[in-house]
């Protein structure tokens, strides 16, 4: 054995050693070469015990003990190999636990938590500057990092140490290892030997460990008695340490002990005698730091324990199964939790008794409360029977615990909660005596604010507590009322605060700066724990308290000022968003109190008010207190906005698209929760929105009649404060129902419309919803008056830049909104007949003939103008498109008004005389109604556009038995039926040229016209359309003979066949499939000709997201192609529904099959790694193969061996992947291939060619999905892989498993040979073979 002077030499040695380093590491430098060394010596499982001699030398040498203790700069080497030693003697104990002796392994255990505790007591000689000699007991303390890592390592082995044993009923119970003796004894042996056929003996390495254990100063310190029977003068036992070694049962008694001895000292420094000598005086003071220090650090120690138990530390492996950490969760749950709550409530308890008694704090109090709170915090956090399938967990993704019922004792306690809020309220008060420098505050900043910083988390978790822990209803109101009256103290304080920072300010001082940093924290803590009040007592449980009120007047209050903040901050830096500091805090906080709002005001209980009922005045109080706050967010919004435009307009700046596009979205979630706000009181909420746009639309009509060269920063700002609060107008009065059926939302709907009489019937409507139903009108006439003005002038001038075309945009998204929910609003919102129409407000305000047909006219009108005017105004036209089609889908009576409407008849002649018309086509065909500016302005509409436009015209006149609607809608597809018809002529005749640049043209616009007819799969009796285009499939397939070339036709066509499948697939009869079939078969032959086999696909390395995503663009055409095969795939699936269902013949699976296949043969050689780690088309293809693998296994041995063995590689490259579709998409087609084997023998052709396929997959699966460390979002698909892949052939099976052991330790080795002897059980691989497993 080497000595303990050479240890760190060896150690040292070694790391910096170069030819120890790992092959083809030899160059690598000094700090490189290090830690190589390092990872090599772990994994060799360090066999001389090289990391803990040299952690012993370390710490039983008194002069490296005192330099680290005084955490000398020249120590931070030693420090840095001290960590290191200890993270490497934990991973190898850890992952090689049984070729250890149980005896060494707990007496590591055990000596790791001493030493984190601080507990090294060393004398120490030193002189009295006469010559004397002063021997001085003193116990050293660790650097905070090494204790720390310490206590860590003895938590996680705590944690492989917790075993399992059964009770004499037969339960399963935490085996908390019940021996005594000293430190490290053979009882251990004996014990593990009782539960483990797999213990070792202690080797002589260890004897050696186990005695130089005994004499370091850490068991020296623990085993000394420290005079007087361990108690000072004033009776106070000074070091609470066992003399025996802690076992699982003592391990809380002495936790428990050293925090309760600390809370001793505290008290007896408050009483101690002021005549006691200076020296006894000192030697006191510094005997109780220690007990204190212990404390704190036992504290940490619960923590990680906790944290190790729950999972939530990942920085420590194991090297078990998912099976052990499950079963360390339940044990520990039973029993070990409930004790370390236990002992952290009452250090707790103590800790706030103490301080109301004496008003004393000092800096380890605190430390020692911060080190108690964070156990409460970490204990709260404890996912009950997440793991272990208990009866408690949290509930959904709300945030709320439901701890056992056991823990009411602990936790549901009103003294509890005014102890917490006290102390919390004390520390604020010190925190700002203390940076103010009102008097001298004895507890730093920084441990101040961390303990601040704890309470709140504390107070969040205490927030979050539901379920059976409460006896009753009126324990859990109780409760409540004590929570909300200490939240509200602290909302009146954080308010206070904050309000002398609403001003603009040019300069703060330090001071200031410090005291925003702490409410920064403290406001989005507080705001979060609203969200859990609200989120767990909801409306009904808070209504009922007495300062209902004053709880939602917090609410308004905290919003209110975290608004006027948010201008001041941005004014001062006069509009620059980006120079904003910390903006994002308060867009938190805000974001949270909206979510709030939401809860409360959308809250079902309150549907069920009655007048006077507690629902009602529940209702009455929400709308009385928050509706301010509304008004506020509107102008706070716009006033930024206005000054952020301003500032970027002044600058010539423009923002980054995609931080533009995230802003923008940003904004739309935070309108849509603003909206609940300012629906709680509808008048209040059109008022301001109505004066703030009636203020405005004068000076807009001003400046839309200035035409100037470019728009001023005054201008800007004016448009973009207008297109803020049209969107305000719009998330107000309506809901986005993309793929629902449009309606009013039900609080606009319940505010306009007259109130119910009926006392035996939920309250509805309003009192005053004649005016509130006046105000929307005018606010949405104001809106068409501001749009009409805009449009006559862009008819004038169509350049001024002061026609913002996103305030175009802007109105015409408000319009698709509004006219789709109010104009003849649905009969399912409510019934309206005639005679009741004029008492129902709002339903009757566009419910008339004459009323709705206006604004159907003036929307149509509209966008008529928009689509002549601004032709090459994309975000414009594509507005006015998704209008139009808003109002198309609606039922009959909307579109029989849109085809009575002038403009809609000009729309259709003008899409009728352009179908063949390019961009520069000179030829204008003269229509009555129409001028030639229109013309020329309607053909210069993006082809993309024009086909969208094309596809609301054909909604809007999809009506049957009504001759205007059939007429249109014919002469809409014989238009392009004729251009095409054309087109396909004079290629085939060789008229023109077919890469001429006009036949190039005319070319994308027949396909986009014919794409806009594909996607009209909303218009009454959708039949049609494949009735029309199934004659013209085969001839725009054949445009590849021309165009297979050309990429751009190319993804045209691809899209075209990819929308028509998406949408009329599963209408198709056989012969329009047919048809289908063979014309994408066609297509996709001469795609991959031209575009698959020798095309160069680069995918950059590292590269970011925003690139990655506009690099994926580039290869649309090839997720068009999955798509399309994914479409048709689907063909089959519902044909045999169908027929089993009706009993009449669809697609035969052969049919569908063929092509499915033959796709995937065209596109295969495009699917290399680069191109698969595009995430978007690597989950469309394994969804492709997934499907055709799990349903059509049979087919696959037909396959061309080229085309399998590519398919099968594909499986090979998903089934690791770090998408868990994908990797179990490739999971399920394996497990599928390898039943087919066994099956039907479908594959022999396959494997002659190759023998070692199955061998290969075998091999990759296990190293690269199974024996990875984390799998368990995909452990189950492997599992069902892995097993008939077993089954195949059980000899080379065995081979490769074989194969893969030698490379491992023989633990290792021992295990996975162990496993695969029982998975390759005949009985189980017999069941697999005949199908059954």
Same mark, same amino acid.
């Given at each position: 054995?080497?000595?303990?002077?050479?240890?760190?030499?060896?150690?040292?040695?070694?790391?910096?050693?170069?030819?120890?380093?790992?092959?083809?590491?030899?160059?690598?430098?000094?700090?490189?070469?290090?830690?190589?060394?390092?990872?090599?010596?772990?994994?060799?499982?360090?066999?001389?015990?090289?990391?803990?001699?040299?952690?012993?030398?370390?710490?039983?040498?008194?002069?490296?003990?005192?330099?680290?203790?005084?955490?000398?700069?020249?120590?931070?080497?030693?420090?840095?190999?001290?960590?290191?030693?200890?993270?490497?003697?934990?991973?190898?104990?850890?992952?090689?636990?049984?070729?250890?002796?149980?005896?060494?392994?707990?007496?590591?255990?055990?000596?790791?938590?001493?030493?984190?505790?601080?507990?090294?007591?060393?004398?120490?000689?030193?002189?009295?500057?006469?010559?004397?000699?002063?021997?001085?007991?003193?116990?050293?303390?660790?650097?905070?990092?090494?204790?720390?890592?310490?206590?860590?390592?003895?938590?996680?082995?705590?944690?492989?140490?917790?075993?399992?044993?059964?009770?004499?009923?037969?339960?399963?119970?935490?085996?908390?290892?019940?021996?005594?003796?000293?430190?490290?004894?053979?009882?251990?042996?004996?014990?593990?030997?009782?539960?483990?056929?797999?213990?070792?003996?202690?080797?002589?390495?260890?004897?050696?460990?186990?005695?130089?254990?005994?004499?370091?100063?850490?068991?020296?310190?623990?085993?000394?008695?420290?005079?007087?029977?361990?108690?000072?003068?004033?009776?106070?036992?000074?070091?609470?340490?066992?003399?025996?070694?802690?076992?699982?049962?003592?391990?809380?008694?002495?936790?428990?002990?050293?925090?309760?001895?600390?809370?001793?000292?505290?008290?007896?420094?408050?009483?101690?005698?002021?005549?006691?000598?200076?020296?006894?005086?000192?030697?006191?003071?510094?005997?109780?730091?220690?007990?204190?220090?212990?404390?704190?650090?036992?504290?940490?120690?619960?923590?990680?324990?906790?944290?190790?138990?729950?999972?939530?530390?990942?920085?420590?492996?194991?090297?078990?199964?998912?099976?052990?950490?499950?079963?360390?969760?339940?044990?520990?749950?039973?029993?070990?939790?409930?004790?370390?709550?236990?002992?952290?409530?009452?250090?707790?308890?103590?800790?706030?008794?103490?301080?109301?008694?004496?008003?004393?704090?000092?800096?380890?109090?605190?430390?020692?409360?911060?080190?108690?709170?964070?156990?409460?915090?970490?204990?709260?956090?404890?996912?009950?029977?997440?793991?272990?399938?208990?009866?408690?967990?949290?509930?959904?993704?709300?945030?709320?615990?439901?701890?056992?019922?056991?823990?009411?004792?602990?936790?549901?306690?009103?003294?509890?909660?005014?102890?917490?809020?006290?102390?919390?309220?004390?520390?604020?008060?010190?925190?700002?005596?203390?940076?103010?420098?009102?008097?001298?505050?004895?507890?730093?900043?920084?441990?101040?604010?961390?303990?601040?910083?704890?309470?709140?988390?504390?107070?969040?978790?205490?927030?979050?507590?539901?379920?059976?822990?409460?006896?009753?209803?009126?324990?859990?109101?109780?409760?409540?009322?004590?929570?909300?009256?200490?939240?509200?103290?602290?909302?009146?304080?954080?308010?206070?605060?904050?309000?002398?920072?609403?001003?603009?300010?040019?300069?703060?001082?330090?001071?200031?700066?410090?005291?925003?940093?702490?409410?920064?924290?403290?406001?989005?803590?507080?705001?979060?724990?609203?969200?859990?009040?609200?989120?767990?007592?909801?409306?009904?449980?808070?209504?009922?308290?007495?300062?209902?009120?004053?709880?939602?007047?917090?609410?308004?209050?905290?919003?209110?000022?975290?608004?006027?903040?948010?201008?001041?901050?941005?004014?001062?830096?006069?509009?620059?968003?980006?120079?904003?500091?910390?903006?994002?805090?308060?867009?938190?906080?805000?974001?949270?109190?909206?979510?709030?709002?939401?809860?409360?005001?959308?809250?079902?209980?309150?549907?069920?008010?009655?007048?006077?009922?507690?629902?009602?005045?529940?209702?009455?109080?929400?709308?009385?207190?928050?509706?301010?706050?509304?008004?506020?967010?509107?102008?706070?919004?716009?006033?930024?906005?206005?000054?952020?435009?301003?500032?970027?307009?002044?600058?010539?700046?423009?923002?980054?698209?995609?931080?533009?596009?995230?802003?923008?979205?940003?904004?739309?979630?935070?309108?849509?929760?603003?909206?609940?706000?300012?629906?709680?009181?509808?008048?209040?909420?059109?008022?301001?929105?109505?004066?703030?746009?009636?203020?405005?639309?004068?000076?807009?009509?001003?400046?839309?009649?200035?035409?100037?060269?470019?728009?001023?920063?005054?201008?800007?700002?004016?448009?973009?404060?207008?297109?803020?609060?049209?969107?305000?107008?719009?998330?107000?009065?309506?809901?986005?129902?993309?793929?629902?059926?449009?309606?009013?939302?039900?609080? =606009?709907?319940? *505010?306009?419309?007259? !109130?119910?009489? +009926? #006392?035996?019937?939920? &309250? $509805?409507?309003?009192?005053? /919803?004649?005016?509130?139903?006046?105000?929307?009108?005018?606010?949405?006439?104001?809106?068409?008056?501001?749009?009409?003005?805009?449009?006559?002038? =862009?008819?004038? *001038?169509?350049?001024? !830049?002061?026609? +913002? #075309?996103?305030?175009? &945009? $802007?109105?015409?998204?408000? /319009?698709?909104?509004?006219?789709?929910?109010?104009?003849?609003?649905?009969?399912?919102?409510?019934?309206?007949?005639?005679?009741?129409?004029?008492?129902?407000?709002?339903?009757?305000?566009?419910?008339?003939?004459?009323?709705?047909?206006?604004?159907?006219?003036?929307?149509?009108?509209?966008?008529?103008?928009?689509?002549?005017?601004?032709?090459?105004?994309?975000?414009?036209?594509?507005?006015?498109?998704?209008?139009?089609?808003?109002?198309?889908?609606?039922?009959?009576?909307?579109?029989?008004?849109?085809?009575?409407?002038?403009?809609?008849?000009?729309?259709?002649?003008?899409?009728?005389?352009?179908?063949?018309?390019?961009?520069?086509?000179?030829?204008?065909?003269?229509?009555?109604?129409?001028?030639?500016?229109?013309?020329?302005?309607?053909?210069?509409?993006?082809?993309?556009?024009?086909?969208?436009?094309?596809?609301?015209?054909?909604?809007?006149?999809?009506?049957?038995?009504?001759?205007?609607?059939?007429?249109?809608?014919?002469?809409?597809?014989?238009?392009?039926?004729?251009?095409?018809?054309?087109?396909?002529?004079?290629?085939?005749?060789?008229?023109?040229?077919?890469?001429?640049?006009?036949?190039?043209?005319?070319?994308?616009?027949?396909?986009?016209?014919?794409?806009?007819?594909?996607?009209?799969?909303?218009?009454?009796?959708?039949?049609?359309?494949?009735?029309?285009?199934?004659?013209?499939?085969?001839?725009?397939?054949?445009?590849?003979?021309?165009?297979?070339?050309?990429?751009?036709?190319?993804?045209?066509?691809?899209?075209?066949?990819?929308?028509?499948?998406?949408?009329?697939?599963?209408?198709?009869?056989?012969?329009?499939?047919?048809?289908?079939?063979?014309?994408?078969?066609?297509?996709?032959?001469?795609?991959?000709?031209?575009?698959?086999?020798?095309?160069?696909?680069?995918?950059?390395?590292?590269?970011?997201?925003?690139?990655?995503?506009?690099?994926?663009?580039?290869?649309?055409?090839?997720?068009?192609?999955?798509?399309?095969?994914?479409?048709?795939?689907?063909?089959?699936?519902?044909?045999?529904?169908?027929?089993?269902?009706?009993?009449?013949?669809?697609?035969?699976?052969?049919?569908?099959?063929?092509?499915?296949?033959?796709?995937?043969?065209?596109?295969?050689?495009?699917?290399?790694?680069?191109?698969?780690?595009?995430?978007?088309?690597?989950?469309?293809?394994?969804?492709?193969?997934?499907?055709?693998?799990?349903?059509?296994?049979?087919?696959?041995?037909?396959?061309?061996?080229?085309?399998?063995?590519?398919?099968?590689?594909?499986?090979?490259?998903?089934?690791?992947?770090?998408?868990?579709?994908?990797?179990?998409?490739?999971?399920?087609?394996?497990?599928?291939?390898?039943?087919?084997?066994?099956?039907?023998?479908?594959?022999?052709?396959?494997?002659?060619?190759?023998?070692?396929?199955?061998?290969?997959?075998?091999?990759?699966?296990?190293?690269?999905?199974?024996?990875?460390?984390?799998?368990?979002?995909?452990?189950?698909?492997?599992?069902?892989?892995?097993?008939?892949?077993?089954?195949?052939?059980?000899?080379?099976?065995?081979?490769?498993?074989?194969?893969?052991?030698?490379?491992?330790?023989?633990?290792?080795?021992?295990?996975?040979?162990?496993?695969?002897?029982?998975?390759?059980?005949?009985?189980?691989?017999?069941?697999?073979?005949?199908?059954?497993?």
């Amino acid at each position: 054995m080497a000595t303990s002077t050479t240890a760190t030499q060896e150690l040292l040695t070694v790391l910096h050693n170069n030819q120890n380093s790992p092959p083809g590491s030899q160059h690598q430098q000094p700090l490189q070469t290090y830690h190589a060394n390092l990872q090599s010596l772990r994994d060799s499982g360090d066999k001389s015990f090289l990391f803990f001699r040299c952690f012993l030398e370390i710490t039983g040498n008194d002069d490296s003990l005192y330099s680290l203790s005084q955490q000398d700069p020249q120590s931070a080497q030693l420090a840095e190999l001290l960590f290191h030693c200890i993270l490497g003697f934990r991973h190898v104990i850890l992952h090689r636990w049984t070729q250890f002796s149980s005896r060494f392994r707990n007496s590591s255990r055990d000596f790791f938590f001493y030493l984190g505790l601080g507990l090294l007591r060393r004398k120490r000689t030193t002189t009295d500057g006469q010559g004397g000699m002063i021997v001085e007991d003193t116990t050293i303390r660790l650097p905070t990092m090494i204790a720390r890592v310490c206590l860590a390592t003895s938590a996680a082995l705590w944690k492989r140490s917790w075993k399992r044993r059964t009770k004499a009923d037969g339960t399963a119970a935490g085996n908390y290892n019940h021996h005594q003796g000293q430190f490290g004894t053979e009882e251990d042996d004996e014990q593990d030997q009782r539960e483990d056929l797999s213990v070792v003996a202690v080797s002589d390495k260890e004897v050696h460990l186990l005695q130089r254990m005994a004499l370091h100063p850490v068991w020296v310190a623990a085993t000394t008695d420290t005079g007087n029977n361990g108690y000072d003068d004033n009776g106070v036992q000074m070091l609470p340490v066992p003399l025996m070694m802690i076992n699982g049962e003592t391990l809380f008694e002495f936790c428990n002990e050293t925090v309760m001895h600390a809370l001793k000292c505290i008290k007896a420094n408050d009483t101690a005698s002021v005549n006691i000598q200076q020296q006894q005086q000192q030697q006191q003071q510094q005997q109780q730091r220690v007990i204190l220090h212990m404390a704190i650090m036992t504290c940490v120690f619960l923590s990680s324990l906790v944290g190790e138990f729950g999972g939530s530390n990942s920085a420590i492996t194991y090297n078990c199964p998912l099976e052990f950490h499950r079963t360390s969760h339940v044990l520990f749950e039973q029993e070990g939790i409930s004790k370390v709550l236990n002992i952290a409530m009452g250090g707790l308890s103590g800790i706030v008794s103490n301080w109301n008694n004496h008003n004393v704090i000092q800096d380890d109090s605190v430390e020692l409360a911060l080190g108690v709170v964070d156990v409460i915090v970490d204990v709260l956090g404890w996912e009950f029977g997440s793991i272990g399938g208990g009866q408690w967990g949290r509930t959904g993704g709300s945030g709320l615990v439901r701890p056992p019922e056991s823990w009411r004792e602990y936790l549901i306690r009103p003294d509890l909660l005014g102890a917490v809020f006290y102390v919390y309220t004390s520390m604020r008060s010190l925190g700002g005596r203390k940076e103010q420098g009102q008097g001298q505050a004895p507890v730093t900043i920084t441990v101040l604010r961390r303990f601040q910083h704890s309470l709140r988390q504390l107070l969040i978790g205490l927030a979050s507590i539901t379920g059976s822990i409460f006896q009753d209803k009126a324990e859990k109101g109780a409760y409540l009322e004590y929570f909300v009256n200490g939240l509200l103290s602290v909302l009146s304080m954080i308010v206070s605060d904050l309000s002398p920072f609403a001003s603009v300010q040019e300069e703060r001082s330090s001071v200031e700066e410090m005291l925003l940093e702490e409410l920064q924290r403290e406001t989005v803590d507080f705001c979060w724990m609203l969200m859990r009040i609200v989120t767990n007592f909801r409306v009904e449980g808070l209504s009922v308290l007495q300062n209902f009120s004053s709880f939602l007047s917090a609410i308004s209050s905290i919003g209110d000022v975290l608004l006027q903040i948010s201008v001041a901050e941005l004014a001062a830096v006069q509009g620059d968003a980006e120079a904003v500091a910390d903006g994002d805090w308060r867009n938190e906080a805000i974001g949270q109190l909206l979510e709030v709002v939401c809860l409360l005001s959308e809250d079902h209980w309150l549907l069920s008010a009655r007048s006077g009922n507690l629902q009602d005045m529940a209702r009455h109080a929400l709308a009385s207190s928050l509706s301010p706050l509304y008004g506020t967010y509107v102008l706070c919004r716009i006033e930024m906005a206005k000054m952020e435009e301003y500032y970027l307009t002044v600058n010539a700046a423009d923002l980054d698209e995609v931080k533009e596009e995230i802003s923008g979205a940003s904004m739309n979630e935070e309108m849509d929760a603003a909206s609940s706000l300012g629906r709680v009181h509808l008048p209040s909420s059109l008022s301001c929105l109505s004066s703030a746009l009636q203020s405005r639309v004068p000076m807009l009509q001003a400046l839309f009649a200035m035409d100037t060269e470019c728009v001023t920063p005054d201008a800007a700002a004016l448009l973009e404060e207008a297109r803020l609060l049209i969107m305000c107008t719009g998330h107000l009065l309506t809901d986005d129902c993309a793929g629902e059926t449009p309606f009013i939302p039900e609080a =606009v709907l319940n *505010s306009c419309v007259k !109130p119910s009489d +009926s #006392p035996h019937t939920f &309250k $509805t409507g309003s009192d005053d /919803f004649a005016a509130t139903t006046n105000a929307i009108s005018q606010i949405v006439n104001l809106l068409m008056g501001l749009a009409e003005c805009q449009v006559s002038k =862009v008819a004038m *001038s169509p350049n001024n !830049p002061n026609l +913002s #075309p996103l305030l175009a &945009k $802007t109105l015409l998204w408000f /319009f698709t909104r509004w006219s789709s929910a109010y104009i003849l609003p649905s009969s399912s919102a409510s019934p309206l007949s005639e005679s009741e129409s004029g008492q129902n407000g709002i339903l009757a305000t566009w419910h008339n003939q004459e009323m709705s047909q206006q604004v159907v006219s003036f929307c149509v009108t509209l966008c008529l103008h928009y689509f002549t005017l601004w032709p090459h105004e994309t975000q414009v036209i594509q507005g006015s498109s998704e209008l139009l089609l808003s109002l198309a889908k609606r039922e009959r009576n909307v579109k029989i008004l849109l085809m009575s409407c002038p403009s809609m008849e000009q729309l259709f002649n003008l899409h009728v005389c352009t179908a063949g018309q390019i961009h520069s086509s000179s030829e204008n065909i003269a229509i009555s109604g129409i001028s030639e500016n229109m013309v020329s302005a309607f053909k210069r509409i993006p082809y993309k556009y024009r086909a969208s436009i094309l596809t609301a015209i054909l909604t809007s006149c999809s009506e049957l038995n009504d001759t205007k609607s059939e007429s249109c809608f014919t002469g809409c597809l014989q238009a392009v039926q004729n251009s095409f018809h054309k087109l396909v002529e004079a290629l085939q005749q060789k008229k023109v040229r077919s890469h001429d640049v006009f036949t190039l043209e005319m070319t994308c616009l027949c396909v986009e016209l014919f794409s806009g007819i594909a996607r009209a799969s909303e218009i009454c009796h959708p039949e049609r359309i494949p009735i029309f285009m199934t004659p013209f499939l085969s001839q725009l397939a054949g445009l590849m003979n021309f165009y297979a070339a050309d990429l751009t036709i190319c993804e045209l066509l691809l899209v075209l066949f990819r929308d028509y499948t998406e949408r009329f697939i599963v209408a198709l009869d056989r012969e329009q499939c047919m048809t289908v079939f063979r014309a994408s078969a066609d297509l996709l032959n001469g795609y991959s000709t031209n575009h698959c086999q020798s095309r160069v696909i680069r995918k950059a390395v590292n590269d970011s997201e925003e690139n990655n995503v506009q690099e994926e663009q580039n290869y649309n055409d090839v997720l068009c192609a999955i798509q399309l095969l994914n479409n048709i795939g689907a063909k089959d699936f519902v044909d045999s529904f169908s027929s089993e269902r009706t009993g009449t013949k669809g697609v035969d699976s052969n049919e569908v099959i063929e092509v499915v296949f033959y796709g995937l043969k065209q596109i295969l050689p495009l699917m290399t790694n680069g191109l698969l780690h595009f995430p978007t088309l690597c989950k469309q293809y394994f969804s492709l193969l997934g499907f055709m693998m799990d349903t059509y296994p049979d087919k696959i041995g037909m396959l061309p061996f080229d085309l399998f063995i590519g398919i099968f590689n594909s499986m090979l490259f998903g089934m690791s992947h770090t998408d868990l579709f994908v990797s179990k998409s490739s999971l399920q087609g394996i497990a599928a291939l390898c039943r087919e084997q066994i099956e039907s023998k479908s594959l022999s052709n396959h494997l002659t060619q190759n023998p070692s396929m199955f061998d290969e997959c075998s091999k990759r699966i296990l190293e690269e999905v199974i024996f990875q460390n984390i799998i368990w979002d995909r452990i189950e698909p492997a599992a069902n892989a892995l097993l008939p892949l077993a089954a195949v052939d059980m000899n080379r099976f065995a081979a490769v498993v074989n194969t893969i052991s030698q490379q491992l330790d023989n633990e290792k080795k021992h295990k996975i040979q162990e496993a695969f002897q029982k998975l390759m059980d005949p009985e189980v691989i017999g069941k697999v073979s005949k199908g059954n497993g």
